[in-house]
């Protein structure tokens, strides 16, 4: 639903057509799976919005580039976190509506996006990574804004979400837009429409599970969603040609019991950022009711669970 492809970049994917030895897999792969860097041209004041560009430190000695846009008094923000090629600019339309429903926002670039630092390769778990740094980040410089910290994702940045809430408790709700169910079936969609030996296929997706170091059924959002304690909501367009709806459906199903809804937007594709925009209300009102719910039915975000622990003495203010 926003200008990103959840499937790696298709010019260099079509590059494994012609890569049909073993020998070349491993070409294949860095090729086909980079994430293409879009340059970052708009910001938050287009919108009239203040706020501070940020560098955000991250693990491998990395840094993210960051947008903070504070909501004055409020103590619960929402982190926004965009999709395999894409950048914070394209979680803008979003900010707007969050923003005025009473939410802090931090938006960032994952590591190889948007002005951050570049790193290796990018991959589900190396989001989730950042996500969790930048999590720390705003909990450590921004105690007062920290107290109550929502996700947002978008397609692999959603996946990250889901993954990043089974082990950070801090996390207490998440938004997953476009996300899809198991990347094994994502790299298999990917690589049919090049015909490929189902040994080269196979072949691929066990070095791309060795690359990033992680069994692609460990990190698939329809394996994780069961583990996940917070609050979900699921959005997806009900007309997504790059991840199928079924692929929300199923996630849902998965969940087991887990306070997990699922809203499908209609006539929406992955990249129908216009028409998410317009039910932005489905998205505040799962947040107001998130909040609320943590913090024992007050709205002031002070419930006894909602201050961070030992808040720092040198944190900054929000906008420089």
């Known amino acids: 639903m926003f ?3 959840a499937t790696p970049s298709l010019p260099w ?3 494994l057509a012609g890569l049909v030895t073993v020998g070349a897999i491993p070409l294949g792969v860095h090729l086909g799976f980079r994430a293409p860097r879009l340059g970052i041209n708009g910001s938050p004041a287009a919108l009239g919005l203040d706020y501070a560009a940020v560098r955000i430190p991250t693990v491998r000695g990395r840094t993210l580039s ?3 846009l504070p909501a004055p008094g409020a103590r619960r923000s929402v982190i926004l976190l965009h999709g395999w090629g894409s950048n914070a600019e394209l979680m803008l339309p979003l900010a707007l509506p ?4 009473g939410c802090n926002l931090l938006l960032f670039n994952a590591r190889n996006h948007g002005s951050s630092d570049g790193d290796t390769f990018s991959s589900l778990p190396r989001f989730a990574e950042d996500l969790g740094q930048a999590i720390t980040w705003l909990r450590a410089q921004h105690p007062e804004a920290a107290a109550h910290i929502s996700v947002l994702g978008h397609s692999v940045g959603a996946g990250a979400a889901l993954l990043e809430a089974t082990r950070n408790p801090q996390v207490r709700a998440v938004i ?5 169910a198991d990347p094994d079936e994502l790299t298999e969609r990917s690589l ?3 015909h490929l030996p189902r040994l080269v296929v196979n072949l691929t997706k066990r070095y791309v599970q060795w690359i990033i170091g992680h069994r692609f059924a460990d990190i698939a959002p329809i394996n994780t969603i069961c583990r996940v ?3 979900v909501l699921l959005v997806h367009g009900s007309h997504d040609r790059t991840v199928p709806i079924t692929d929300a459906r199923r996630i849902a199903a998965a969940a087991n019991g887990a306070p997990v809804r699922l809203y499908e937007v209609p006539d929406a594709d992955h990249d129908s950022v216009h028409l998410v925009e317009a039910h932005a ?3 505040v009102r799962f947040l107001d009711e998130t909040h609320r719910a943590s913090c024992g039915g007050s709205d002031n975000g002070a419930g006894p669970d909602s201050r961070p622990e030992q808040p720092r003495t040198d944190a900054q203010p929000w906008v420089a």
């Open 3 to 5: 200008a990103d492809a």
């Open 13 to 15: 994917v079509l590059l």
């Open 66 to 68: 960051g947008w903070l």
């Open 98 to 101: 969050l923003h005025r429903a």
């Open 176 to 180: 997953a837009i476009g996300t899809f």
């Open 192 to 194: 049919a429409r090049l």
């Open 229 to 231: 304690a917070c609050p």
């Open 281 to 283: 209300e489905v998205l």
